[in-house]
């Protein structure tokens, strides 16, 4: 009581003892409950919640889990309710459902059984499905969350965050040395030096295990690497043991024959030599006389440290490899722990193609075709859905692909054959849809005919899967000059919408296409 009487005066706050609940660690539940009773309040009991996270529990049970899962299924269900796009479920994926694990996997490691859930409940959300069936999941879940410039759509991996968002605290034990949290963690585990070397111990939390394992994780060699040591005392800095000459590579590992005759197998750098007149002089001890056998490792072995000298006015710190500021950002990690999916050339489509400024809904679509990923009937059939017929419904005479469908049907064609002219340059288009997408804007010459260019084939491309649509759907007529009209006002559209500096008229634009694209 003269404990809490005291904080009151000295903090201006009073304590409202029947909002409050009293725990103690190592003390009886009798004496908890006597002491609670004193005070007016109730006893703590564990589990409890302190500051959104669940203290007393086994993170690894899903059942910790079940609130973000729950928060997951609420806002899914109102969602639900409304007609949302798909570039509309993307945005709130990433922007809502991916930030709602946000706090716990900061500090817990997500079990696999909730990660799959996870994403089985934003799959299914991205795809359209509702309590009266489930949809097609067109695309991979790993290329969905690929980056854009890479062929995915930039949904969170929620794997690759997780173990980004954990390994963020290697790099703050190393640099809060100072900070309460840091001294506990190291005076219980050994810091981030205990991240790396420590052994494994029963009395070890549940956090602290996981958070080693996930470090230490083979999958994460490659990123520990980035840690780059700039040397500076090295009083810190074990001269062996650290990767501080090169990224990534430790002295022991490159020079395994010296590092077991060495006698100063712990040392720091700093303890490896002295400095004298001339400057920093290194000072190796080894446990025996070298072999001639011996002696041209140790002379690359020289030649690797000699130019190395530490300073006694720096101090020693890390830089992040990924980021060329060399900050460390959860961001960065994530991005370098994404593996890419595909190859350079695939990849440029991609990246031209998030770069141009038309509705997002229409972006989607184009990725979709890009992928080859659109309902038509071949992909139908591939995926044992039952329809009518499998021929295309403008031509009625082939079986409907893509390429059949956008730039190989005998309908279709004139549209294109049409826009080569405007733009004199006539051409054999390319049947697959990413390399047809690549063809048109790659020889387009000028920036502005580029991206006008660029434009007109999403115009294009959209025009005809609507039509398509409305043929199957509403029975309507196939009508070559209704399709280069909805094409030529949709991308002028576009641009008048999203271009701040495209003023051209409408009339203009339509009587006179040659000329709008130079």
Same mark, same amino acid.
């Given at each position: ?7 009151e ?8 003892y ?7 660690i190592g ?22 919640c302190?500051?959104?996270? /669940? ?48 706090f716990? &996997?900061?500090?817990?490691r997500? /079990? ?9 409940i934003q799959?299914?959300?991205? %795809? ?8 097609i999941?067109?695309?991979a ?14 949904v969170? +991996?929620?794997?690759? =965050? ?11 034990m190393?640099?809060?040395l100072d900070q ?17 070397e ?9 956090w602290w295990?996981?958070?080693r ?6 999958s &994460? ?13 090295? +009083?810190?800095?074990l ?30 750098v700093?303890?490896?030599?002295t ?8 000072s ?6 070298? !072999? +001639?056998?011996e ?5 690359? =072995?020289?030649? #690797?440290?000699?130019?190395?000298r530490?300073?006694t ?22 991005l ?9 050339? #695939?990849?440029?489509? !991609? ?18 075709l890009?992928?080859?990923?659109? /309902?038509?009937k ?6 044992? *859905?039952?329809?009518?017929?499998d021929l ?14 956008f =730039? ?6 004139p549209?294109? %054959?049409?826009?080569?002219?405007? *733009?004199?340059?006539?051409r054999?288009?390319h ?5 047809? !997408?690549i ?21 294009a491309?959209?025009?005809?899967w609507?039509?398509?649509?409305d043929i ?5 007529? !196939? ?7 909805n ?10 919408g ?14 006179? &296409?040659?000329?709008? =694209?130079?």
């Open positions: 009581m003269p404990i809490l009487r005291s904080f005066i000295v903090s201006g706050l009073r304590i409202s029947a909002k409050s609940q009293l725990g103690a003390q009886s539940d009798q004496w908890i409950r006597s002491a609670a009773d004193l005070l007016n309040c109730g006893p703590l009991q564990l589990p409890f302190y500051l959104g996270l /669940p203290i007393g529990v086994n993170p690894r049970r899903k059942m910790v889990w079940e609130p973000i899962i729950n928060k997951f299924e609420a806002r899914l269900n109102k969602w639900r309710q409304r007609s949302i796009s798909m570039a509309g479920r993307i945005t709130l994926i990433n922007v809502v459902l991916t930030a709602l694990p946000l716990y &996997m900061s500090f817990f997500t /079990p696999s059984a909730v990660i799959n859930k996870l994403i089985s799959r299914r959300f991205l %795809w359209g499905d509702n309590q009266e069936g489930r949809k999941a067109w695309v879940w790993s290329q969905v969350c690929a980056a854009k410039e890479r062929g995915g759509l930039g969170k +991996d929620i794997t690759a =965050f997780n173990k980004a968002l954990l390994i963020k605290w290697k790099w703050m190393f640099h809060y309460l949290w840091n001294r506990i963690l190291t005076s219980k585990y050994g810091g981030w030096r205990g991240l790396e420590g052994s494994t111990r029963k009395h070890f939390s549940c295990s996981d958070l394992s996930t470090i230490n994780h083979s &994460m060699a490659d990123v520990s690497s980035q840690f780059i040591w700039k040397l500076g005392r090295g +009083d810190q800095i001269f062996w043991e650290d990767s501080w000459v090169e990224r990534g590579i430790r002295l022991k590992d490159k020079f395994p024959e010296l590092y077991h005759l060495s006698s100063q197998k712990f040392h720091t700093a303890t490896m030599g400095f004298c007149e001339s400057g920093w002089e290194w190796f001890s080894w446990r025996r006389n070298l !072999f +001639d056998s002696m041209g490792r140790a002379y690359e =072995f020289i030649d #690797q440290t000699a130019a190395i530490p300073s006015a720096l101090k020693h710190s890390w830089l992040w490899g990924a980021d060329s500021k060399g900050i460390f950002s959860t961001n960065s990690a994530y370098y722990i994404k593996a890419d999916h595909l190859n350079e050339d #695939q990849c440029l489509g !991609f990246q031209h193609l998030w770069n141009i400024k038309i509705p997002p809904r229409a972006l989607v679509f184009a990725w979709r890009l992928w080859d990923r659109l /309902p038509t071949d992909n139908l059939l591939r995926r044992n *859905v039952t329809i009518d017929n295309c419904p403008f031509c009625q005479n082939k079986t409907e692909s893509a390429s059949h469908l =730039f190989l049907c005998p309908k279709v064609m549209l294109w %054959w049409e826009f080569s002219s405007w *733009v004199k340059e006539p054999v288009l049947w697959r849809p990413l390399d047809n !997408f063809q048109h804007f790659s020889t387009a010459g000028l920036k502005d005919t580029n991206r006008k260019w660029k434009i007109w084939w999403i115009a491309t959209t025009s005809i609507n039509l398509r649509n199957i759907f509403n029975n309507k007529p !196939f009508v070559i000059s209704k399709l280069v009209d094409t030529i006002f949709l991308s002028w559209s576009w641009m008048r999203w271009e701040k500096d495209f003023h051209v008229p409408f009339h203009q634009w339509s009587s006179a &296409m040659a000329v709008a =694209f130079k």
